[in-house]
């Protein structure tokens, strides 16, 4: 089992830094999270079944990937495990809340507003 950090001690650490050390600090744990976030969004997206990646990249605070993607329609060119994926696609995918959100964007790469 791993050992957890004595927060207690973290706290007092942190404590003793400057003003100018501790928005340093803030800004780079804000950097680390963003990160860490996006690796989930990735990890999660790459799981979805009847999909394949060909692309992705970070705009602003999104992760934007370029997917080819199984309708799930019977009698489809896409059923069953060798079919013929559709697109490829983009799709936006993020965080809100904890929770993954994903939008349709279309064949060509845009920036979306999320609602």
Same mark, same amino acid.
């Given at each position: 089992?791993?050992?957890?950090?004595?927060?207690?001690?973290?706290?007092?650490?942190?404590?003793?830094?400057?003003?100018?050390?501790?928005?340093?600090?803030?800004?780079?744990?804000?950097?680390?999270?963003? /990160?860490?976030?996006?690796?989930?969004?990735?990890?999660? /997206? $790459?799981?979805?079944?009847?999909?394949?990646?060909?692309? $992705?990249?970070?705009?602003?605070?999104?992760?934007?990937?370029?997917?080819?993607?199984?309708?799930?329609?019977?009698?489809?060119?896409?059923?069953?495990?060798?079919?013929?994926?559709?697109?490829?696609?983009?799709?936006?995918?993020?965080?809100?809340?904890?929770?993954?959100? /994903?939008?349709?964007?279309?064949?060509?790469?845009?920036?979306?507003?999320?609602?």
């Amino acid at each position: 089992m791993a050992k957890r950090p004595n927060i207690d001690k973290l706290r007092t650490a942190l404590g003793q830094l400057t003003l100018a050390q501790a928005k340093q600090l803030h800004a780079e744990l804000g950097e680390i999270v963003r /990160s860490l976030e996006q690796q989930s969004v990735e990890l999660e /997206s $790459t799981k979805a079944k009847g999909r394949e990646i060909i692309e $992705t990249q970070h705009i602003d605070e999104q992760l934007y990937q370029l997917e080819l993607v199984r309708c799930g329609k019977v009698g489809c060119k896409c059923a069953g495990d060798n079919g013929d994926l559709h697109g490829p696609y983009w799709y936006a995918y993020w965080r809100e809340n904890g929770k993954l959100k /994903s939008r349709y964007v279309g064949k060509r790469l845009q920036r979306i507003e999320r609602r």
